[in-house]
């Protein structure tokens, strides 16, 4: 069977997209590509992102394969799957240039995972997988639809309605492979994602070692993908890591939720003599620890803080131990190690203003960057969204959406403009029902 795996050619107008814009690795189509090669099946990978492809060019790229499958996700890349776009009018815009040569056509990405009805409804998609996708599309290219019924983790249109299989799947890690990238792939990706310590020198990449986290901030939208905390296999790791540096990449930026202490791996890495940048927290992390994170090459952490008062953190579900007094040392600690470091600050409403803008103003003094505090979205499928509302429905995203505007007159740092209302981006067409 011939697969089209679709990444869209993003544009964030009016989005309040939060997500870095530049192009990154589509992970997720990586190992489904070499997971459908493997079971015999001819996948491509047409990134209208990292290939700059206008949707014409998409088009024409799917039209040459005539796929039987098209798959199109609704989020960038596996890195922003929990802050992904709200809208879905990129996929959607995509889905309809390919519609008469896609074959059948999947969508996979955080809105079908938390909400399969509406993004199948709004995509114009035949099925939607709910979850992690990699073994899902297996299952999906190896069954005619007569046989969907059989694979968990979808939902699709049939007679009575909009079936829905299951609860969203998550990925068996140690079934993953190392990923192998073409090269002009590799030679095309010029960013270095959240690096700022120098001008980016080669080619960057992604990957990640773990997938998950074990914790369950309030904020977090990762309860319907990316959930339970699970390693890859420290060979697999280390064969992907290495096919990269052989490709010239000397910066790598690890996308897992939470790059948790792992001295086994940075002893491995310490060898490799590359660069690297992690999100984390840092109350995680002691002294020796950081030490050997910086020995390994690291030079970029995004530490989530979140908020400086111990009422601010617990109602966010942080669970740190360490006080903000802690806190700060352990951040000044980690930036005699590593280049770049940066606080991460979630609008709390329990924090005071001036003790902020003091807090900030001590770590920039000695070179630890921290961000205003950022608005905070109720993602559907965030414990946030649930105290507010219940289990996400059809509407969610739009409650969501509009409950954020109507909150919010300042946004995140990365936007020129007010963001637009979803039913606007979205088009009127493709309304659900609250």
């Not at 069977?1 to 939060?18: H, K």
Request: net charge negative; aromatic share 8%.
């Amino acid at each position: 069977m011939r697969i089209a795996l679709v990444n869209p050619a993003w544009d964030f107008a009016g989005s309040i997209y939060f997500g870095c814009r530049e192009p990154h690795l589509p992970l997720e189509f990586g190992y489904a590509r070499q997971l459908l090669e493997a079971a015999g099946h001819e996948p491509v990978v047409i990134d209208g992102q990292l290939e700059a492809l206008t949707d014409d060019e998409i088009r024409a790229a799917v039209e040459r394969l005539a796929p039987d499958l098209s798959v199109v996700t609704t989020a960038p890349s596996y890195l922003f799957w929990r802050c992904a776009p709200p809208e879905l009018r990129i996929p959607q815009r995509t889905i309809a240039a390919i519609r008469d040569v896609a074959g059948t056509i999947v969508g996979i990405g955080p809105h079908a995972s938390t909400t399969p009805r509406a993004a199948l409804t709004k995509l114009g998609a035949d099925v939607v997988v709910l979850g992690e996708a990699e073994e899902i599309l297996v299952r999906l290219a190896a069954m005619p639809r007569s046989g969907w019924r059989a694979i968990p983790s979808v939902a699709y249109p049939d007679d009575d309605g909009i079936v829905v299989q299951g609860g969203p799947h998550a990925t068996d890690m140690t079934r993953l492979p190392a990923l192998a990238w073409p090269s002009e792939t590799v030679a095309r990706h010029h960013h270095h994602h959240h690096r700022f310590d120098a001008v980016p020198f080669g080619p960057g990449a992604e990957m990640e070692t773990s997938r998950g986290c074990p914790f369950r901030c309030t904020f977090c939208a990762k309860e319907n993908f990316r959930d339970a905390y699970r390693r890859r296999p420290l060979p697999t790791i280390l064969v992907e890591l290495d096919r990269l540096l052989a490709q010239g990449v000397g910066y790598v930026y690890f996308i897992d939720e939470i790059f948790l202490p792992n001295r086994d791996l940075l002893d491995a890495l310490v060898e490799r003599k590359f660069q690297f940048g992690i999100q984390t927290r840092i109350d995680l992390w002691d002294t020796a620890m950081i030490d050997l994170l910086g020995r390994a090459g690291c030079v970029s952490i995004e530490a989530g803080v979140e908020s400086l008062s111990v009422e601010g953190r617990a109602m966010l579900d942080k669970r740190c131990r360490l006080s903000t007094d802690e806190l700060t040392d352990r951040l000044l600690y980690a930036k005699r190690n590593v280049a770049f470091v940066q606080a991460n600050l979630i609008e709390a409403t329990l924090d005071d203003r001036d003790e902020i803008a003091r807090w900030r103003e001590g770590l920039r003094a000695h070179g630890v960057w921290a961000n205003e505090p950022v608005p905070l979205f109720p993602y559907p499928g965030s414990p946030d969204y649930r105290h507010l509302w219940g289990l996400p429905d059809d509407g969610a995203w739009e409650r969501a959406h509009a409950h954020y505007l109507s909150r919010f007159t300042n946004f995140s740092d990365i936007q020129d403009e007010r963001p637009l209302p979803l039913e606007e981006l979205e088009g009127a067409t493709h309304r659900v029902t609250r």
